[in-house]
């Protein structure tokens, strides 16, 4: 009778055993919380895991074939797609016809562009930047590329505030989104930017514009007088025929371009290059993100690209979007900016 009550305490046990072994869905859910050091409530954490598994679904299927991107759990993998797009994805264009009198960029006369180039290794690139719960990619590229043409104009490498453009800027709207070119006008008609030590931004931690304040928005420098595009400017349409090797030899030739890009499918992105296929459309209307195009290797087929979301994300911060004939990846052709001093 003790025998077989042994056994039976036995067999409760190694099912008790079994019914809580975690699914792998779970395990996954618990080290994608303890990596990046995300935390939910209680009401919060039923609903996040449902949309953890729905994401860990797609990145599946997106991996499926023949890619060079690799998708797999980021930071980003508890949000579903629409809360991803509300709330990284802000880029909002000026009307189609706001910018038709800019002058495009032409690289110098019979200059073909090497086979790769990377503004990094020149110093003209600032840390890669956090743009944290605000919707403001648009003032972060903004900043960035004021910051390399600054640098190339022949001054110190310097960190200029985006949050000053993100609380003062009162065209476009903050951490709910804008563009580039509306940023650049806020910037010359203020005579510059403050440093970012004496602006600091708090909008990436509390998601909110913030008032603009007067006394530490002055000027450290980078007085924007104008912006150019680096290929023809696409603001409707399919935007099949951008200028790819034009936009390649002013990028070799002058300097990073601050670009806008169709970004929903980097919200699983963690390494390799993107292609136009994974990318999605590149139309003037899938544009929804704006960055800073740093380089290309044309060897290994790719263009560099940095982005707002902090280091742990991409490849350092990076991303490599696709780089062959004809392939407007992404549409990072469309809207692509210098500025000027």
Not at 81 to 89: I, M
Not at 257 to 271: D, E, L, P
């Amino acid at each position: 009778m003790k025998l077989a009550l042994l056994l039976l305490s036995a067999v409760a046990s190694s099912s008790t055993a079994l019914m809580t072994v975690p699914s792998p869905e779970l395990v996954a859910f618990a080290e994608f919380k303890t990596k990046f050091n995300i935390s939910f409530t209680v009401e919060e954490e039923t609903q996040r895991f449902e949309i953890f598994k729905a994401n860990l679904r797609a990145v599946g299927k997106m991996n499926e074939g023949e890619s060079e991107a690799i998708f797999g759990v980021t930071k980003f993998s508890a949000l579903s797609p629409a809360e991803f797009k509300k709330q990284f994805l802000t880029y909002r264009p000026a009307q189609a016809d706001a910018h038709d009198d800019v002058e495009v960029t032409s690289p110098p006369v019979n200059f073909t562009a090497p086979t790769s180039a990377d503004w990094r290794t020149k110093g003209a690139v600032t840390p890669v930047k956090d743009q944290g719960q605000c919707g403001s990619c648009w003032a972060y590229s903004a900043t960035e590329q004021i910051e390399s043409n600054w640098f190339l104009a022949g001054n110190k490498l310097t960190e200029f505030s985006p949050q000053q453009i993100i609380s003062c800027d009162k065209v476009d709207l903050g951490c709910n989104g804008g563009n580039t070119e509306t940023a650049y006008a806020y910037v010359e008609k203020a005579g510059g930017l403050a440093l970012e030590t004496k602006y600091k931004d708090t909008s990436a931690k509390s998601g909110l514009d913030g008032k603009c304040k007067k006394k530490k928005a002055k000027a450290a420098g980078g007085a924007v007088k104008a912006f150019t595009y680096a290929t023809k400017h696409c603001a409707t349409g399919a935007c099949k025929k951008q200028n790819l090797n034009m936009l390649a030899a002013n990028v070799a030739s002058k300097a990073p371009a601050s670009i806008c890009v169709n970004a929903g499918a980097w919200q699983s992105y963690t390494g390799g290059v993107m292609t136009v296929k994974k990318c999605g459309g590149f139309g003037a209307d899938d544009l929804d993100h704006c960055v800073q195009l740093v380089g290309f290797n044309q060897a290994k087929g790719y263009w560099i690209v940095r982005n707002s979301w902090n280091t742990d994300w991409g490849i350092d911060g990076y991303i490599h979007l696709e780089m062959k004939k004809g392939a407007n990846t992404c549409g990072l052709a469309n809207d692509a900016t210098f500025v000027s001093f």
